[in-house]
């Protein structure tokens, strides 16, 4: 039995950032409780069963065996822990204004449960302020104060969802506390858990490492989506430019053009920041100018098929097009904000036929679109006028997709090519 084996940590929201968490822990000895307002996810977990791809259901059922976690939706019972990490999510409003609304309430139920000893860290991505400013003065409305009778850290959660290689587990941890006994307080019980721990100097630094990590991200994939469009013009391959430049050993870093940013960070994350400089006078430009070039792509994709259907002498308009993936990365099974979705409602806009198929959705249920994945068989790939690859999942068979097709616009560089070089790559058939 490790150290930890007296130690209880509550996970307030068990989804794909609290769940691997808590099974991290688990593993490690520490006496898990789960806390999630959705009774079907409590009881999924309390089945030993999994919602979450990257977490086996056969670890849950372990950690159940030897009563190392539960779930469940009494907030009462966070007062029982020693550690609280909230994981709860942090959407964008209609607006696009960050809604802490999650965060607010999980506070509420930590405060109630607030105890002297207590660890409380966030791990939802925020604001650089959010712990400081929001969680701060609701659990000092207690009466308790922070780095004596309490502490209170933001630690970044770096899941990347379908990483094979980098997991909660190995993946450094940054951690900044209000005060320096905070951040020694979440150092030390994180170091037991995880591999490599990387202290910063306050919330407001943690916090903002996250979202410059992000923001890293969106802008590289602002840049490559504009290269594109730029080589597109120009006549010039875009993928063997960047493959080309990433034969350079130093000073490059490799980012792929696509149908636009998906997932539940990086369209997202970079948005609580701009809403924060906003409130300072400050307009965080790179933030914005990417936003808008990767949110031009799913129109640009939709030109890409517009233009495969004249070279049939067809329009959209009645045109029968097949998607072949809808989640917003490879091998995973995620549309949370996936730009598949946006190139399907304008295809539908536009009076097309639209089906999909993607071995990881089975069916999509958004508030404006119900539909079942087709089976991709030669005869659904034939009967099309047109297909799209917007997600390129290693499943499926890419040499007899660009056999049975009558035209294809591989947005993600999927499909074999020998002919490098010949320009208007995005059509690569038809
Ligand atoms: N998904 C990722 O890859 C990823 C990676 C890094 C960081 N993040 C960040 O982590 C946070 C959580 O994201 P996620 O993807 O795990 O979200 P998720 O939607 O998968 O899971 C959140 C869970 O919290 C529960 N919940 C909501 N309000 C609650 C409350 N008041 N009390 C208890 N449970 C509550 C929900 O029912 C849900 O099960 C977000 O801030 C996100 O930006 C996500």
């Known amino acids: 039995m490790t150290e930890h084996s007296s130690t209880t940590l509550g996970i307030v929201g068990l989804g794909y950032v609290g769940l691997p968490l808590a099974v991290e822990a688990g593993q490690a000895g520490v006496n898990v409780i789960g806390f999630d307002v959705n009774p079907s996810v409590v009881d999924i977990v309390n089945a030993g069963e999994s919602h979450i791809q990257d977490v086996p259901a056969s670890d849950i059922e372990k950690l159940r065996e030897d ?20 994981c709860v999510p942090t959407p964008l409003s209609k607006t696009r204004d960050p809604d802490v609304s999650y965060i607010l309430a999980a506070t509420e139920s930590v405060a109630e449960g607030l105890h002297s000893g207590q660890l409380i860290v966030l791990e939802s991505t925020t604001y650089p302020g959010t712990t400081r400013e929001v969680l701060l003065p609701a659990l000092e409305a207690t009466g308790l104060k922070v780095g004596e009778d309490f502490h209170l850290c933001f630690s970044p959660e ?66 490559v989506n504009e290269t594109a469009l730029i080589a597109e013009r120009l006549g010039v391959d875009i993928w063997e430019v960047i493959e080309a430049a990433d034969t350079k050993p130093f000073g490059f870093m490799k980012f792929t053009p696509g149908p636009g940013l998906g997932g539940h960070c990086i369209p997202i994350d970079p948005h609580y920041l701009s809403w924060k400089m906003r409130t300072l006078n400050y307009k965080t430009r790179f933030i914005e100018l990417a936003s808008e070039i990767n949110s031009e792509m799913p129109y640009f994709v939709v030109d890409k098929v517009r233009e495969a259907l004249n070279r049939q002498k067809k329009s959209v308009n009645g045109a029968r097009v097949l998607l072949l993936g809808v989640a917003y990365k490879r091998d995973i099974g995620d549309v949370r904000e996936s730009p598949a979705l946006d190139v399907l409602r304008l295809l539908i806009e536009d009076g097309a036929e639209v089906a999909y198929s993607d071995p990881f959705v089975p069916s999509l249920h958004e508030e404006d679109l119900i539909l079942e994945s087709v089976e991709l068989t030669d005869e659904a ?50």
């Open 67 to 86: 009563g190392r976690i539960e779930a469940t939706s009494d907030m009462t019972r966070l007062g029982e822990c020693d550690v609280v990490s909230i």
């Open 158 to 223: 770096r899941v990347d969802p379908g990483n094979p290689t980098w997991h909660t587990g190995n993946t450094p941890k940054v951690i900044g506390g209000i005060t320096e006994a905070c951040t020694a307080a979440g150092v030390e019980f994180y170091d037991k858990l995880l591999d490599t721990i990387v202290p910063v100097s306050s919330t407001e630094a943690a916090e903002m490492t996250k979202i410059l990590e992000n923001t890293f991200r969106a802008v590289n994939i602002g840049l």
């Open 381 to 430: 790939l034939s009967d099309a006028d047109v297909a799209v690859i917007l997600t390129d999942h290693s499943g499926f068979d890419y040499v007899s997709i660009l056999q049975q097709v009558r035209a294809l616009v591989d947005t993600r560089h999927a499909s074999p090519r020998d002919d490098l070089g010949a320009g208007h790559s995005w059509i690569v058939k038809g």
